[in-house]
């Protein structure tokens, strides 16, 4: 059967203490801080971070790209697509969006197991993440939290077997957004906890257990998503569980709540920790209810230099306000920059802008971007090859520029020098001003630049090595 080859997770670089929304609204603050996407993420560009993380940028072998999110930034059109180009996957890869539910990430999981034990491809990366919009003053805004994970599933040399799938539904009005939605919706979220969620959550679990033949003492680690802290825990007090440490944090103190990626995003710090022989019981909900039971192979001790949940926790910077925070979830009426594009501009150049590919000249051997088919250090005409660019280097010149315009002014212009070859021109996010010198370590990353042309546009940034 399928097994997990490799893990990622990514978390947003900012935070916001969940005091500073309370005295916005003059209300009780629940404890800790939430995860926030900066001006210039959304849930592709997160798909893309987690992704990264879990196939360490070698996107050789991986066979396909499942999306999971109730959160895209289209409607309609293909995100695993412009996912799987920014990870410069094979085009021949099987490619699927998975989305409405909060189950999401659980069902772009079962899918990819089925597809990868039916041969469909060798291996499939599933990347889920969250990017949602709560009503502002509402309980979910200090419940709800940015991020991504990714699990790659394939059969050689797993770190983690699939041992077992169980499934089951229950119909519920919880949460849920209509198409003229543009925020999340909540009935009474303790009418929905106490005869929706905690009872289907508990009944799933013991049925999966049974159906697996194992009893909750074999079990090592138990891994279950839930709508909020209080729910989470009931489900442990029904079940039982005296040991906290065996049920998983669920993040919602560190991160909040991350929709269709939290129970992946859960599932990599397991496996941060996880010991050869574990077993680990992974569950989604929504109105559907997965699971599924893995066991830890002794791939798990391999290094590996992926941040995972636990490198991105401890790489933050706290947003100033809480206006900031709308600002960067739209949800103020301010006017912004329309930049202008072109559709088969981008299909054209799709290579260049979303794989990051520039030129190696076959005669001198020097890379260069944007490719031309003249090299520019010895002039050769139409003598070079496609050349991959490397993801890091190191900051050779740069500019804060406050005349560019921007919804997080100023924006810092930066010329690279990328590790491999080659020197880049863009724009730097996630930095501190201050802290940007000549010469810094810094890496790209695949961020939204304007809106332009009524679509979105993306492109690679640098930022300060996190």
């Known amino acids: 059967m399928a097994g997990i080859v490799g893990y990622g997770a990514y978390i ?18 629940a404890p800790g801080e939430i995860a926030v996407g900066n001006f210039d993420e959304d ?44 990870l410069d996957l094979r085009e ?8 409405i539910s909060v189950d999401a990430g659980l069902s772009a999981l079962m899918a990819a197991i089925a ?4 041969g469909l491809k060798e291996s499939i ?16 805004e200090q419940t709800l939290g940015d991020g991504a994970a990714a699990m790659l599933v394939g059969k050689d040399n797993p770190m983690a ?35 929706g969620y905690v009872p289907d959550m508990v009944s799933v679990l013991k049925g999966a257990i049974e159906t697996f033949g194992v009893s909750l003492d074999e079990i090592n680690k138990l891994v279950y998503s839930a709508p909020d802290f209080r729910s989470h825990s009931q489900v442990a007090k029904a079940l039982g569980i005296k040991q906290p440490e065996k049920v998983q944090d669920a993040l919602f103190a560190l991160v909040g709540g991350c929709g269709c990626a939290q129970p992946l995003m859960m599932l990599s710090a397991a496996l941060e920790e996880a010991e050869p022989g574990d077993k680990i019981l992974l569950a989604g909900s929504g109105d559907a209810y997965d699971v599924i039971l893995l066991e830890v192979t002794p791939k798990i001790k391999e290094p590996g230099s992926r941040r995972g949940v636990g490198g991105h926790l401890g790489s933050k910077h706290d947003l100033e306000s809480y206006t900031k925070y709308l600002q960067f979830k739209d949800q103020l009426d301010l006017e912004k920059f329309e930049g202008s594009s072109s559709p088969i501009l981008m299909w ?17 051997g020097t890379v260069y971007f944007p490719p031309y088919r003249i090299c520019p250090e010895c002039r050769t005409y139409g003598q070079n090859e496609d050349y991959r660019l490397a993801r890091k280097g190191k900051l050779f010149d740069f500019i804060h520029d406050y005349l560019f315009p ?13 590790e491999g070859g080659g020197r880049i021109f863009s724009q730097m996010t996630d930095r501190v001003m201050d802290e940007v010198k000549l010469d810094m370590e810094v890496e790209l990353v695949f961020r939204r630049i304007h809106e332009g042309g009524k679509f979105h546009n993306y492109y690679w940034k640098t930022r300060p090595v996190r």
């Open 115 to 118: 597809a990868v034990d039916a």
């Open 125 to 140: 990366l599933v990347s889920a993440a969250e990017c949602r919009k709560p009503e502002p003053g509402s309980a979910l």
């Open 161 to 195: 077997e699939i041992k077992g799938t169980y499934s089951h539904y229950n119909e519920i009005l919880g949460n849920w957004r209509t198409p003229k939605d543009d925020r999340i919706r909540e009935f009474n979220p303790r009418f929905y906890a106490s005869k």
């Open 348 to 364: 054209r150049e799709r290579k260049t802008i979303y794989s990051l590919y520039g030129k190696k000249c076959n005669k001198c």
């Open 43 to 86: 849930s592709i560009t997160m798909a893309v971070e987690a992704g990264r993380d879990c196939i360490q940028d070698e996107p050789a072998g991986v066979g396909g790209l499942y999306f999971a999110s109730t959160s895209p930034p289209y409607q309609e059109k293909s995100c695993s697509t412009l996912i799987a180009t920014a």
């Open 406 to 418: 921007s919804e997080n002014p100023p924006t810092t212009l930066t010329i690279t020098d990328l």
């Open 12 to 29: 947003p670089w900012l935070r916001l203490q969940r005091k500073l929304i309370a005295q916005s609204w003059g209300i009780p603050a």
């Open 92 to 99: 021949d890869g099987v490619t699927a969006d998975f989305g």
